[in-house]
Structure formats: C-alpha cells, structure tokens
C-alpha cells in the first residue's frame, strides 16, 4: 500500500501491492458478510490466513523507507502521505455507521455505537498504541497506526546506531524479537500491543531485506538468479500450502515467501519493464486508497441491503461486483483526493 509516485515504478511490486489489496479486501467481505454469505469461505476462515497479507505490507513499506535529512522532514512527508485519507475516512465512516443504524441494521462486525473520543483518537494515528481499545472504526486504519509507530522507531533505531557506532541492523534485529516476544505473548499495553508487534517483525525484517538487497555482488548475480528465486517461490508455496493449518505456518511466508518475491521483483529482467503496463501501476498507486475505503464501500453495501434489497445474496458474484466496485472508488479517490492533497501539502510544507 505503500503508493510513493516515482517516476520509475517497479511493474512487480506494483502488481504485489494489487493482489495483496485483493485478498485483503476479499478478505474483509467474507468475514463481515458472515453468516449472510452464501458459499465456502475461502477468503476468511479457511485453511490459508489471507489476512497475513497486512505483513507483506508492513514488510514493503520497511524495505521501501528511506531516512529522511531531518526527523522533522522525515516524519512530516510521512504523516502528509498517510493522515488526510486517514481523516477523511474515519469521518466517512461514522456518519455511514449512524445512516445504517438509523435504517434499521444490526449485522456489523464491529461496534454500532459511535464514540467520538475513539473516533478522534483513530484519525490521529494513535488508535494502536495502547491509549484506549478503538478497534472497528474503520477497522483497516489500525495498519496506519502501527506504521506511524514503526516510522518513528525506525528513525530512532537507526539514530542511537550512527551515536554508539553500531549497525543498524543489530538494533532492527533486536526490535524483532521483542516483537516475537510480544506477539506470542499476547501481551496489551501502551506503544506494545499485539498489532504493534506485527508491525515490529515485520516492517523490520523488510528493513534487512532492504540492507542485504544493497550489496553489489547480489546485484552483479541477478540475472542468473532469476531462475532459481522463481524455482523457490514455488516450492515455499506449496510447503506453505501444505503447512498453512500448523501453528507459525503465516511465517514462512514472512521470511522466505515475501522476500523471495520482492527479491524476484527486483531483478532486472522484471524491474525493466514497468512503463509498459500503466493500467497496474495504477492500481499500484491506488492501492492504498482501496484499503483505507474498502469497509466504508462495504458499509454502503450493507445500507443498500437493509434500506432496500432486504434480502441481499452475498455470495461470489457480489463479491465480485464489491471489489470492482471498491476498485474504481479507490483509482477515483487517489485521481482526485490524495494525489491534490498531498500536493498541496507538500508544496505547503516544502517536504
């Protein structure tokens, strides 16, 4: 989701980012849909975890983060990329949550009752970090939140490391265990709930991805290794498939699948060709705006159910039509509501 608009894009990261927004929003469909789906639940409940594809995002974004000259200049070009979407939607979302009450529904995932200090404390950023339990308002955002935090330390992190004359690396490593500790531990406080622990492993992995990825002899065996990286990723795959029911399964995806198939997008032969197909480094960039607007689409849906079609069949032809739908929304809003935005702002701010 990271939709950073460089002039040269990468057509295989780019089509990573779709698919991933497609199994996260397919995702998201099944599992509040709920018992009003009709059909096997492939996307949510199934034996393949489909919303570990949160981690391929945080492990991206990780890799793709740059330091900025200053903290300031970092964490400013940070927030104006992230927050104005983030505003937007969770308004967007309390006033459809209260149209949908008001006509009747009850068949929400989430809590139907509007709190305004959840709700401002959700459009700051900081729904995650342990002030107060706001999950559900517009649920996807806890992502946002997390990736504030892991921006934050990664600056941090790798500040201490230039002082004490350490690599950043062993500090990165460090904040990964912890985030395995914590993680497994179920443990919920402030700056360390288990969502923040997702972000610390993974983000930080994408952060040595991103350190192993510049050494010059990796890049000198690139093409040669095309074949071998594609090889792999089908045999991890199938072992993930195989394994997928097992306690830890999702993290043969993290730390072989996910950098195999960044690494494989980064060779030559495949990272040469993006200006050829516009149309997916479109969905690319607008990926993220289908993620921040997938459940308020969503939520539309289930007002149209109740308000009109009372008997509305979720199954996978609806499915189908939700995520073009969600699709053209997402292309829309980043056409005309985060590329201006964002504009302005960094003109504003010169950042």
Known sequence: MNNTDNTQRNIGIDLLRVIATIFIVLHHYQQISGGLYEGNK???????????????????????SSRGKSFKSFLLHKIIRLMPLLVISVVVYDILLWIYTSVGGG????????????????????SEWGIMYCNGINNPVWYISVLLLCYILDYALTSIAYKIKVRPEFLFGFVMLIGFAGKFNHVECFLFTTNICRGYVAYFWGKLICKFMRYKRFFEMQSQLLFIESVSLLCVFAFYVLLCNYHGGDYILLFIGYPLLIITCENRLIAGIGSDFRIINLLGKASFDVYIWHINVLLVVMIIQEALIKRMRFNVIYMTFYLLVVSVVGILSHLFLYKPLTKRLHDKYEC
């Open 42 to 64: 492939f996307f949510y409940g199934g034996a393949i975890n489909f919303g570990f594809a949160v981690e391929f995002f945080f492990m991206l974004s990780g890799y793709l």
């Open 107 to 126: 068949f929400w995932g989430f809590p139907l009752q509007i709190d305004l200090l959840k709700t401002f404390i959700t459009a700051i950023g900081v």
